[in-house]
């Protein structure tokens, strides 16, 4: 599963304006209202629309109600002949009471129950006594009764599923039939199985392969854990295999989990689509089934829908049944060994376009049929099979089955999900128009791809046991984002460089604080389980396994890989697996290390340390070194009291070089598993310096004296490419966030990056960027915001000046481009906008006027994001009307999307505050987008208190807008509080978690350590960053 990634934030735009650009904005009102003007603003809904609309929503909730009186009467019917068959299998058929065969399952009120279905008759007297006796049976034994466990009892198996569906479009519902196959290892008179927000409608036992029945005594839901009870008047025996039949019904629904639906409009037309996601725990709303990951079962399904629509499933259709009444039966081919979450269907009218691997695979792309004939699929199709390819030679493990499709919604709670042979991602994250997309935006969707295809064999071929250890499957895949694109693009060394700023140096941002949490973590309730798919498994899990990849070696863990997925191919693995197959891959090539060891401590232990390393006031070439764990905030209450920051220790894989002025010595790797240790170091001279972590490959901070730093800074400065590439981005990040912390003198960062203006490489600025960003948000308010603004700006304006503008290259191929150039001049240019730089501002300004006088859009397609935003934060309203008129013209989604972004940046109150409540009006912003827009508006110096009142505002509709996906709620209450840095908002942070009616809550205790930390800087080192930088600007 990809979440939702911003690869690169938002210009930090600046509240300062220049009087020249005073000057513009004025100007800028001249400009004459074109064909646009009137077209813009939020355009009035006529009452006759208003009118039509309503008719048809009220039509159509008569056809609904009419639809379903109908399915109920079906169903009914069904399950009465159901329950004659059943009878018959299971002798001469009794008086009917509770008994017999179980009708509709009670379902207890707010489970959920589709409006509708008719009220359950009340139980009998008889059935509710059984049931307290029985509950008193399991109190006796002091035992929790098997449905009100957090796990299932795991007495059952499920061997195989047969799941017949039929899809109602017209009304948003279905009805569903399975039989699962059980297997029993311990003999029990419970069926305990997930099933949530559903109405049963006939329940059957059958000893498989013999005709008898075993009777149903009465069936229940249990809500609390989300299963199904069927209580059976006798005990399934031990090693026989038995038939459940459950008959059922439920909603299409109008949320994104289960099986749902969502809309495009083609051609003026509303067209409906339905579709599932089922990771983590949602397939138990789509059917009754053993939802957790270690139940792997084979699964045959069946989909009936009108003729209009196609269904598509894990396998490819085997036939397809038409029957008269214009309803046609899919049966797909059965699906090997696999787990629940993974499962997908989904019932559209979309068109595809194919291409096939060398070894066969049938690989398509299904999108709204104006996208497929735009080509906007064609980009992803041609990677997927270049992947697939790479992957199968990678892993030494052919692609498991017939076909792979690849299906763009408009709608999905996550980028993408990578459901084994029907992977479903989210247009903006598949679909791409290679005139009007930038390098950003390809590397996005590329990388999401990547993600996907890799979790075809981590995560649908070999499954974690439990989803503590999610981060095994989301971390393989997110690091391998990088080794696949550099597959793809070999000059663009993602995993050498890349990969530092974007998941090392983010990760440790969240990881470094008190609140945050091991990388496995336990998990019992299925609303815990949301919760570890966070940045915390995906880029932690990164993290580790590149620095795993690295003191191995890659062949050997690549060979490591391979082991480990031809071993449990079909089957579920724990992290202990993964440990002691690569340890003996080690083995094998005589090293012996034992990996388990060593990474129970990175994936059991939250955080990470910072090493120092002490070189000058030692003899003999003997440096000391130490560890300790690294917090923002060291006042920050411990999570765990029972033990204290000191108790932390790691072994830590620590590569050292000695260097001097025109000469890096070849690195060792120390592992340093005490607190403190002498190590000799034999070719330190006395003007040598020393750099730790080489290459940044270990998830850790070094700190050096201060004579190292210094020394380290006049090396960058002389001749900065002695240290490589990625150590010069890893010095910057460290030295940033060790300053942060208070681990550093304020000034370090500042002088370190005075070497930039001689920096031709990317992943330098960009890591100056990064860390330059949240000490932005930390002054940007401030009185004297200026000098550090000042200070910023003539860090840049040469290089800016060197680079200039890109031409406007909309005739250029994106892939032709030369990446790295490209990405430095984007990121120069974003720098010396952002920081208010004069001629910047200016090409932004006339780039805008130009397209708005033309409309003609020469804006080169790598910095329109930068000169949006600078344009509508500069010029005046009537710029931003124009960006919103063209927010609802446009139908590319990479455009559409950066066009949203760019109205956050105006510093116009009204504006934000008006663009904040379109927001949740989910007509004019898609669900998933309101979120951006808030958090942007956050970031906005003008707009952070705004947003941050909205937000307090809105909670209740937010949180039951994204409370289920809480990964949107967490990313939304972070990005709304993390540049909150005064006492006073502390003070209203602190109160409305007090008042607020719950969720959320991992995300506000780790909102308020971040605000606590922002005010503590600002307390203990504003001053001292003024006091240098004044001083430092004077000479
Ligand atoms: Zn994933």
Not at 243 to 251: M, S, T, V
Not at 623 to 650: C, H, M, T
Not at 678 to 693: C, K, V, Y
Request: some cysteine; charged content about 25%; aromatic content about 10%.
């Amino acid at each position: 599963m990809a979440l939702e990634e911003k690869r690169e934030k938002r210009p930090p735009v600046t509240p300062m304006m220049i009087e020249e650009e005073a000057a513009l904005r004025n100007g800028s009102r001249g400009l004459t209202p074109g064909p646009w003007a009137e077209a813009a603003g939020p355009r009035p809904r006529t009452t006759e629309r208003h009118i039509a609309v309503h008719k048809r929503l009220v039509l159509g909730f008569a056809v609904s109600i009419l639809a379903l009186l109908a399915v109920t009467m079906i169903a009914v019917l069904l399950s009465v002949r159901f329950e004659e068959c059943g009878a018959a299998a299971d002798g001469p058929p009794r008086a009917s009471g509770n008994g017999s065969l179980s009708g509709a399952a009670r379902q207890p009120p707010g489970a959920g129950q589709p409006p509708g279905q008719p009220e359950e008759e009340a139980r009998g007297g008889e059935a509710a006594e059984e049931e307290e006796e029985e509950e008193e049976e399991w109190q006796r034994r002091q035992e929790l009764p098997p449905w009100a466990r957090p796990r299932l009892p795991r007495h059952l198996r499920p061997l195989h599923y047969n799941l017949m569906l039929s899809a109602f479009m017209e009304n948003f519902t279905f009805s569903g039939e399975v039989n699962v196959q059980l297997e029993v290892r311990n003999a029990s008179r419970y069926i305990v199985l997930h099933a949530h927000r559903m109405h049963i409608e006939a329940v059957r036992v059958a000893e498989d392969k013999l005709a008898g029945g075993v009777r149903v005594a009465r069936t229940f839901f249990y809500p609390q854990t989300q299963v199904f009870v069927v209580v059976l008047n006798r005990s399934l025996e031990v090693q026989r295999s038995y038939n459940l039949k459950i008959i059922y019904n439920a909603l299409i629904e109008n949320e994104l989990l289960g099986f749902f639906r969502s809309s495009y409009v083609l051609h003026g037309e509303r067209r409906f689509l339905a579709v599932t996601q089922f990771s983590p725990t949602h397939a138990r709303k789509a059917f009754p089934c053993f939802d957790e990951p270690i139940y792997k079962a084979t699964f045959k399904i069946s989909i009936r829908h009108q003729a209009t629509y196609l269904s598509l499933s894990n396998m490819p259709v085997e036939t397809s049944v038409f029957e008269e009444d214009g309803w046609v039966t899919d049966h797909f081919s059965q699906t090997p060994l696999m787990s629940t979450y993974y499962l997908a269907w989904a019932v559209c009218n979309f068109t595809y376009r194919e291409t096939v691997t060398k070894s066969g695979v049938v690989v398509r792309l299904y999108a709204r049929p104006d996208a497929i004939r735009r080509g906007s699929g064609d980009y992803a199709l041609n990677i997927t099979r270049s992947l697939i390819e790479f992957y199968e030679d990678y892993f030494k493990v052919p692609y498991s089955l017939p076909k792979l499709d690849l299906l763009a919604v408009p709608k999905h709670p996550y980028a993408a999900m990578e459901n084994w042979g029907l992977s479903v991602f989210v247009e903006q994250r598949i679909l791409l128009d290679p005139s009007i997309s930038s390098i950003l935006y390809l590397l996005d969707v590329t990388m999401v791809i990547v993600h996907e295809l890799c979790h075809q064999w981590f995560g649908d071929l070999v499954t974690p046991v439990w989803w503590e250890d999610v981060w095994l499957k989301e971390g393989f895949a997110h690091y391998f984002e990088f080794v696949g694109t550099d597959y793809l693009y070999p000059g663009w060394n993602m995993e050498k460089q890349r990969f530092l700023t974007d998941v090392l140096h983010e990760v440790m941002l969240l990881d470094g604080l008190a609140s945050s949490h091991p990388v496995s973590q336990e998990v019992q309730q299925a609303t815990d389980i949301d919760r570890v798919f966070d940045w915390i498994a995906y880029k932690k899990g990164a993290a580790l396994i590149r620095m795993l990849a690295n003191f191995m070696g890659h062949s050997v863990f690549q060979m490591g890989l391979q082991d480990y997925l031809t071993i449990h191919k079909y089957g579920n693995a724990a992290r202990n697996d993964l440990w002691n197959t690569l340890s003996k891959a080690l083995k094998r090539v005589g090293k012996s290390v034992n990996i388990q060891e060593v990474m129970d401590q990175w994936t059991l232990q939250m955080g990470y340390p910072v090493i120092t390393i002490l070189g000058n006031e030692t003899t003999d070439n003997i440096i000391v070194i130490s560890q300790e764990r690294f917090v923002y905030d060291s006042d920050a209450k411990p999570k765990d009291p029972s033990r204290g920051d000191n108790s932390y220790l790691w072994q830590i894989p620590l590569t050292i070089a000695v260097g001097n002025t025109s000469h890096i010595s070849s690195e060792a790797i120390i592992w340093v598993s005490n607190k403190s240790e002498h190590h000799r170091i034999p070719a330190f001279e006395e003007a040598g310096w020393l750099l730790g972590n080489i290459n940044q490959t270990g998830y850790f901070r070094v700190n050096y004296d201060i004579r190292n730093w210094r020394l380290l800074i006049n090396q960058l400065t002389r001749n900065h490419e002695v240290i490589s590439v990625s150590n010069r981005a890893g010095l910057i990040d460290d030295a940033f966030n060790l300053a942060r912390a208070g681990y550093l003198p304020q000034n370090i960062p500042l002088e370190i990056i005075r070497y930039l203006s001689e920096e031709k490489d990317f992943l330098p600025w960009h890591a100056a960027s990064r860390a330059l960003y949240p000490l932005d948000k930390l002054l940007d308010r401030t009185e004297n915001y200026n000098i550090f603004n000042e200070y910023i700006l003539r860090q840049v304006a040469s290089m800016y000046l060197k680079l200039g503008w890109p031409m406007n290259n909309l005739n250029k191929s994106l892939v032709q481009a030369s990446y790295q150039h490209e990405e430095l001049r984007r990121e120069v240019i974003m720098l010396a906008c952002s920081f208010g730089n004069k001629h910047c501002h200016q090409q932004a300004a006339t780039l805008i006027s130009d397209w708005i006088s033309s409309n003609r859009n020469r804006i080169p397609l790598n910095v329109r994001d930068i000169v949006y935003c600078t344009g509508v934060s500069l010029m005046d309203e009537d710029v931003w009307e124009f960006i919103w008129m063209k927010f609802h013209s446009t139908t590319a989604v990479s455009e559409k999307k950066i066009l949203l972004e760019a109205l956050t940046c105006s510093d116009d109150r009204n504006l934000l505050n008006r663009l904040l409540n379109l927001s949740l009006n989910s007509e004019v912003v898609l669900d998933q987008d309101a979120i951006d827009v808030i958090i942007h508006v956050a970031r906005n110096p003008h707009g952070r208190d705004l947003a941050w009142k909205f937000f307090r505002e809105k909670w209740k509709i937010l949180n039951a807008r994204y409370g289920e996906a809480l990964f949107m709620n967490s990313k939304l209450v972070s990005g709304v509080t993390e540049f909150l840095n005064t006492e006073g908002e502390l003070r209203e942070l602190k109160n409305f978690i007090k008042s607020y009616e719950g969720g959320a809550a991992v995300s506000f205790s780790r909102a308020v350590e971040t605000v606590e930390a922002n005010v503590r800087w600002q307390r203990l080192y504003k001053e001292e960053l003024f006091h240098w930088l004044r001083k430092s600007l004077t000479h």
